[in-house]
């Protein structure tokens, strides 16, 4: 771990976070954001950034570096930022003082991707903030930019010597990949090839900003500083397990991107597979980058193949039509910007997958995403199965349910408990109660933005909650079958009118086992 330099500020005096800062503070280092004119960097990247000087993470002398093509000055540069800031961070109001020596680590230079000139010049400007501001050759690269550029910035980065070798040891190296990270198994094994060309494995941190969520970091204290829900989380005593990642938004200005990528390899690879992988994951040896990698990939690799030449019969893949969302009118995705007409990309998924190992040898998972359903929620119940001998089965009043366990990821976080209760009174009747637990109730305060979180770790050095290359390319490995089985079918996806709960085919799917979608 690094060593510990004195924060920027104290941290805030919120009482109700207390105990809850983050008491490993980085080394100073430069931030680098290549893309830095793109809306990741203003709408989420310079908030966390912020948020954390905010809260006095930050080590004295942190720069950040925006390089881009428009040419700004510094000083244009950091209003943009401050405007940016003042409308998304976490931390709002932004506070001026705060702000203002923030604003002293920021700095902007101009440049092409493809122009090793812009390298040579933010080269000068880091070795410039090395003197003024203690950031000891230490580099931190962001690649807030379409994949495409990926290859190119990395070959520029190695021929202008702006990349160490951490096995000769001095300061560190680390570039941050943004998703999406490959298309399929082929395009992704061709982007780790290009990053280890230039990179080592164990410099490269390629975000899913799931994992810098609260909730989701939760499931493994969840899971694994319980004594009572181990026991029972196996294929002895669980039925199945639900995880629906619905947004309500449709593609908003992302039609290009979305078209050509669809809801399975926007959310599903990625996202759905870390809440996959950590709830079925086998406990880990330490709480460190490999072993908790180690146990996750385990779980991909243990994903069931979809049958050949019948991928698609335990997926369905649904198409918003026009309907209304929220009380709003929703037009047809077919009819959104930048999508084709006829296009056949799927806006909502789902599918029946097992997880073929010893704990949950023929447990379902059942898996969905969707943009335009009726609300934005991110929920995975865990399904247990009925007690074994209902004794009251005769009685009227008395219908024994499964026992649910939720967890709310988000919004409203928290997790709970459904089990029967007896009705009050002189007869047996029996009734649904839940135990409830809610973030905002217990700690009081907002949970940190997951970029916040994903920045600092990147800062620390620990890739704990970053996707290793082994995980990327394995779950490409179990989805490529379907997705190319689905680009196959000439038969457009089933239709649904937006803000529902996708296809009727999604329900058919899970009733024909007998079971439900839980409606969270
Ligand atoms: C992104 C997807 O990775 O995650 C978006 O590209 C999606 O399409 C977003 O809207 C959802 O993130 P969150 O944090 O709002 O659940």
């Known amino acids: ?111 092409d991707f493809s122009e090793p000139s812009g390298y040579y010049r933010l080269n000068q400007k880091l070795q410039e903030c090395d003197r003024t501001r203690g950031t ?10 379409p994949p495409q550029f990926f290859p190119v910035i990395s070959e520029l980065l190695g021929a202008e010597k702006m990349v160490t070798d951490p096995e000769r040891g001095g300061p560190f190296t680390r570039v941050i990949i943004e998703k999406p990270f490959g298309h399929d198994l082929q395009s992704a094994k061709e982007l780790n090839r290009v990053a280890v060309s230039t990179f080592r494995e164990r410099q490269v941190f390629r975000i899913d900003h799931y994992l810098g969520k609260e909730t989701v970091q939760n499931l493994l ?53 870390q809440l996959l992988s950590l709830i079925a994951m086998e406990p880990p040896v330490a709480f460190e980058a490999d072993p908790v990698r180690d146990e996750k990939v385990k779980v991909v690799r243990a994903l069931r193949e979809f049958p050949r ?24 995705y077919r009819k959104e910007s930048n999508v084709s007409p006829e296009s056949k990309t799927e806006t909502f ?43 009251w089965r005769k009685l009227r009043g008395v219908s024994t349910q499964p026992n649910v366990l939720a967890i709310r990821i988000q919004p409203d976080e928290g997790i709970s408990l459904k089990f029967d209760s007896k ?19 217990s700690f009081g305060a907002e949970p940190p933005e997951a970029y916040e979180r994903l920045l600092l770790e990147t800062m620390l050095g620990d890739s704990t909650l970053f996707a290793r290359r082994d995980e990327v390319e394995t779950a490409w490995a179990w989805l490529d079958p379907l997705l190319n089985a689905w680009a196959a079918d000439t038969r457009p996806p089933d239709f649904y009118p937006a803000g529902t709960w996708g296809p009727e085919s999604a329900d058919k799917l899970i009733e024909r086992d007998g079971r439900k979608w839980r409606r969270p």
């Open 136 to 145: 000891g050759g230490r580099r931190i690269y962001y690649l807030a930019v």
């Open 423 to 441: 009705v009050p009174g002189p007869s047996v009747r029996t009734a649904p109660v839940t135990m409830e637990f809610r973030y905002a109730t």
């Open 349 to 391: 998924a789902a599918m029946k997958v097992f997880v073929d190992n010893w704990r949950w040898a023929d447990v379902p998972f059942y898996l969905r995403a969707g943009k335009r359903l009726p609300k934005r929620v991110t929920d995975i119940s865990i399904h247990f199965r009925p007690a074994p001998y209902p004794m």
């Open 221 to 273: 204290v969840l899971r694994f500083a319980n004594g009572i829900f181990e026991p029972f989380w196996n294929r002895q005593y669980i039925d199945h397990v639900q995880i629906t990642v619905a947004e309500s938004i449709g593609v908003e200005k992302r039609g290009n991107y979305f078209d050509s990528a669809g809801i399975t390899r926007d959310i599903i690879q990625n996202h759905m597979m």
């Open 309 to 332: 030449g019948s991928e698609e019969e335990n997926a369905v893949r649904g198409q918003y039509a026009d309907g209304s969302v929220l009380g709003e009118k929703a037009v047809a």
């Open 1 to 111: 771990m690094s060593s510990v330099t004195a924060p920027t500020q104290a941290p805030a005096a919120n009482p109700l976070r207390e105990g809850l800062e983050q008491e490993r503070v980085p080394d100073a280092s430069s931030l680098v954001i290549f893309g830095a004119s793109g809306d990741l960097t203003g709408r989420k990247l310079l908030p966390a950034l912020y948020s954390l000087a905010h809260d006095g993470l930050l080590p004295a002398g942190q720069t950040i570096i925006g390089f881009a093509r428009p040419d700004f000055t510094d000083d244009a540069f950091r209003m943009a930022m401050r405007e940016a800031c003042d409308k998304y961070a976490r931390t709002r109001p932004v506070d001026n003082a705060i702000w203002e020596n923030f604003a002293k680590g920021l700095f902007y230079v101009q440049g």
